[in-house]
T-cell receptor, first 114, second 112 residues
Framework: DQQVKQNSPSLSVQEGRISILNCDYT??????FLWYKKYPAEGPTFLIS?????DKNEDGRFTVFLNKSAKHLSLHIVPSQPGDSAVYFC?????????????FGKGTLLTVNP | NAGVTQTPKFQVLKTGQSMTLQCAQD?????MSWYRQDPGMGLRLIHY???????DQGEVPNGYNVSRSTTEDFPLRLLSAAPSQTSVYFC???????????FGSGTRLTVV
C-alpha cells in the first residue's frame, strides 16, 4: 500500500507562472513532510519541509501547504523558472530520536517552458 | 565538506556476481540509509542504520546486506546480483537535529 502518492507524473508550465505540485498521504503518524528536487544523474536535494502541526511554510519562491483533514499537501513555486525543471519528490518522515524513515512518492516531472 | 560520497558512480555486473557499493559521510551523522530508485517507483528504502553497529531492514531488503562498523561508512553488499537489482542506488544521511536526509549522487548499477 502506497502511503505517499503523487498522482501527476508530469506537469508543464510557462516561465513566470505558478507551478503547483500535489501529494496525498494515508498515514496520520507522519511527523514531517518534505519536498526534494532531483536533476538527472544527481541525488535528490532537499527543498522545503513542513511540520505536521503547521499548515504553511514559505521559503522564497517556494511555499508548501498542508491540509491534514484531507491528508494532502502541495508545493507552490512562484514564479516558475526554467531552472526549476526537475523531478520533484514528496516525502514523509516518521520517527523521533531512535529511528527516522522517509517514505517517498513516485515523483512529478516539472517542465518550465521559456 | 564532501557531504555524502558514493562509489562507484557506474557499475555493470554479471548475474551471480557480488559487489559492495560504498557510502561515506563526513558530517558525523548518526542516521544513514540506502534507497533504490526505479522508473515509476520513486525511492524505496533498502536498509537503514541509526548508529554504528545498528542496522535494520527497510521496504525492499532482500538480496542486500549492510553493516555499520563506523559512523562514517555504510556499505551496501549485493550477495548474488540479479537483473531485478538493476537500479540507481542512493545513500543518505542525517543528524538527529535536522529535518530530512542529505543524499549522495548515486550509483547506477546494471546487472546483465
Amino acid at each position: 500500500d502506497q502511503q505517499v502518492k503523487q498522482n501527476s507524473p508530469s506537469l508543464s508550465v510557462q516561465e513566470g507562472r505558478i507551478s503547483i505540485l500535489n501529494c496525498d498521504y494515508t498515514n496520520s503518524m507522519f511527523d514531517y513532510f518534505l519536498w526534494y528536487k532531483k536533476y538527472p544523474a544527481e541525488g535528490p536535494t532537499f527543498l522545503i519541509s513542513i511540520s505536521s502541526i503547521k499548515d504553511k511554510n514559505e521559503d522564497g519562491r517556494f511555499t508548501v501547504f498542508l491540509n491534514k483533514s484531507a491528508k494532502h499537501l502541495s508545493l507552490h513555486i512562484v514564479p516558475s523558472q526554467p531552472g526549476d525543471s526537475a523531478v520533484y519528490f514528496c516525502a514523509a518522515e516518521t520517527g523521533s530520536g531512535s529511528n527516522y524513515k522517509l517514505t517517498f512518492g513516485k515523483g512529478t516531472l516539472l517542465t518550465v517552458n521559456p | 565538506n564532501a557531504g555524502v560520497t558514493q562509489t562507484p558512480k557506474f557499475q555493470v555486473l554479471k548475474t551471480g556476481q557480488s559487489m559492495t557499493l560504498q557510502c561515506a559521510q563526513d558530517m558525523n551523522h548518526e542516521y544513514m540509509s540506502w534507497y533504490r530508485q526505479d522508473p515509476g517507483m520513486g525511492l524505496r528504502l533498502i536498509h537503514y542504520s541509526v548508529g554504528a553497529g545498528i542496522t535494520d531492514q527497510g521496504e525492499v531488503p532482500n538480496g542486500y546486506n549492510v553493516s555499520r562498523s563506523t559512523t562514517e561508512d555504510f556499505p551496501l553488499r549485493l550477495l548474488s546480483a540479479a537483473p531485478s537489482q538493476t537500479s540507481v542506488y542512493f545513500c543518505a544521511s542525517r543528524s538527529g537535529g535536522a529535518i530530512g536526509y542529505t543524499f549522495g549522487s548515486g550509483t547506477r548499477l546494471t546487472v546483465v
